[in-house]
């Protein structure tokens, strides 16, 4: 398993952007798990928000979009144009490449967006 803490999140208003960061140690190797982001807000069940793999490029759906640098074990989350319903509990995950689910979670980042 990796350690992983996530910063960034923060009170924002509607149409602003954000960028979230999550930082792995450990002594597994970084590039050996791929790196998701989740989110969970309050009374809703946690969703996946995306994930990569090998820093072949990013993940982009929609408003927001996910990379990787490997080199300094760091996964972001940038969202544009957040919207109120955005507002949750974010979560970064890793998982080891060929094995299927995500292991190792971090503590959570609160990102609250107001209209």
């Known amino acids: 398993q990796v350690q992983l803490v996530e910063s960034g999140g923060g009170l924002v208003q509607a149409g602003d952007s954000l960028r979230l960061s999550c930082a792995a140690s450990?002594?597994?190797?970084?590039?050996?798990?791929?790196m998701g982001w989740f989110r969970q807000a309050p009374g809703k069940e946690r969703e996946f928000v995306g994930g990569v793999m090998l820093s072949v490029g990013s993940y982009v759906k929609g408003r927001f979009t996910i990379s990787r640098d490997n080199a300094k074990n760091t996964v972001y989350l940038q969202m544009n144009s957040l919207k109120p319903e955005d507002t949750a509990v974010y979560y970064c995950?890793?998982?080891?490449?060929?094995?299927?689910?995500?292991?190792?979670w971090g503590q959570g980042t609160q990102v609250t967006v107001s209209s």
């Open positions: 995950a890793a998982g080891v490449i060929g094995q299927s689910g995500y292991d190792s």
């Open positions: 450990g002594r597994n190797t970084f590039i050996n798990y791929r």
